[in-house]
């Protein structure tokens, strides 16, 4: 390959952050207690308090709550937290619709969930004004709605969802399918997004019961990998989404491989400005074992962002094992500044 060509690959692996990004000052962090099974994956802030869902349970959510503040340790930086108590709440999971997806992924996708838990692998969480919960199934590619008073029904998506982002492809590799959600508070617009290989972002409307999708149902798909923050190497990782959130009309991803949080259009899903956490997770404390980057969940209000940590059962150099939330303070200027 000659010298033109190699310096295309690099610039095409170069990823936003590298473009002068600010870093997000970490405000604290907070171990979680009482997540049997681990595996946070999604946060929301609902009515008065922050609620998170975990990947390997199918039929709880649980309310994050300080208690007595315990021992959280400040990571090795200073950042001062306490451990947070999980506290649970039951709801009945109803059968599953048919989602679309094809028969070998679904029995793939089946057997998996035997082995590790979670027949569901809930990897997002959102909430509308109301306080309705709504958790995206990675395995079938479906979102479910849970209401304040715990009752739970399979929302009904459009029937072309799956075919038009295959279609553009993604969700055609099994544990690459939706791994995040948001929705207006409303509840008249609900995004979705698959997680890598190609990743992207889709965008529904309700009509009263169900969901449709106007002028198509795909916002943004893209492949291609990106060079991750220097202290993991120079290795290029695929590109992904992890968590969605909306806030002040606008869209923000969580990308765990380049250690960031992006602010994207409603429109088209452009990127027009991102943040880094790289050097809260990266701090030698913080690092797992991994060449991946851990975060999962995303959640963002006036004063700051809210991300947790899914460590897939992995202890950090710390040795701490039990997921982990962190608080960021906003950037300067807020979420919207230019």
């Known amino acids: 390959m000659n010298c033109r060509g190699i310096v295309l690959l690099l610039a095409l692996a170069t990823p936003v952050w590298a473009a002068d990004i600010s870093e997000l000052e970490l405000l604290s ?66 059968p599953v619709a048919g989602s679309g997806l094809p028969w070998g ?13 979670g027949q569901m ?30 009752t739970a029904q399979w929302l009904n998506l459009p029937s072309g969802l799956i075919r038009q982002a295959r ?19 409303d509840a008249g617009r609900m995004w979705l997004a698959a997680e890598r ?31 991750p923050p220097p202290a993991l190497g120079d290795q290029p990782l695929p590109k992904g989404f992890t968590a969605l959130a909306y806030f002040n009309n606008r869209l923000f991803t969580l990308e765990p491989n380049a250690h960031q949080i992006c602010r994207r259009t409603l429109a088209s899903g452009e990127v027009e400005r991102c943040w880094s956490y790289a050097a809260t997770a990266l701090a030698d404390a913080r690092r797992y074992d991994t060449p991946f980057g851990n975060a999962e969940a995303l ?35 807020g979420w919207s500044a230019r």
């Open 299 to 333: 959640s963002l209000d006036e004063q700051g962002a809210w991300i947790g940590v899914d460590n897939n059962a992995l202890a950090r150099r710390d040795g701490e094992k039990r997921p982990v939330v962190w608080r960021f303070a906003a950037p300067r200027g």
């Open 121 to 150: 692998d809930f990897e997002g969480l959102a909430c509308d004004r109301l306080g309705n919960r709504y958790l995206v199934s990675e395995a079938h590619a479906s979102v479910l709605r849970v209401s304040p008073a715990g």
């Open 29 to 94: 962090e907070h171990p979680v207690e009482g997540m049997a099974a681990g595996n946070l994956s999604g946060l929301a802030w609902c009515g008065d308090g922050l609620w998170a869902v975990s990947d390997r349970e199918d039929n709880l959510l649980y309310r994050l709550d300080a208690g007595d503040g315990g021992d959280g340790g400040d990571g090795g930086d200073g950042a001062e937290g306490g451990v947070w108590q999980a506290q649970p709440e039951h709801f009945e999971l109803p």
């Open 167 to 185: 279609a553009s492809g993604m969700l055609l590799k099994f544990n690459a399918m939706f791994e995040g959600i948001a929705v207006d508070p």
């Open 197 to 227: 290989e190609r990743r992207g972002l889709m965008v529904m409307h309700r009509n009263q019961s169900s969901w449709h999708c106007t002028g198509g149902c795909v916002l943004l798909s893209e492949g291609g990998r990106e060079l």
């Open 105 to 117: 992924m679904r029995m793939r996708t089946l057997a998996s969930g035997v082995v590790r838990g």
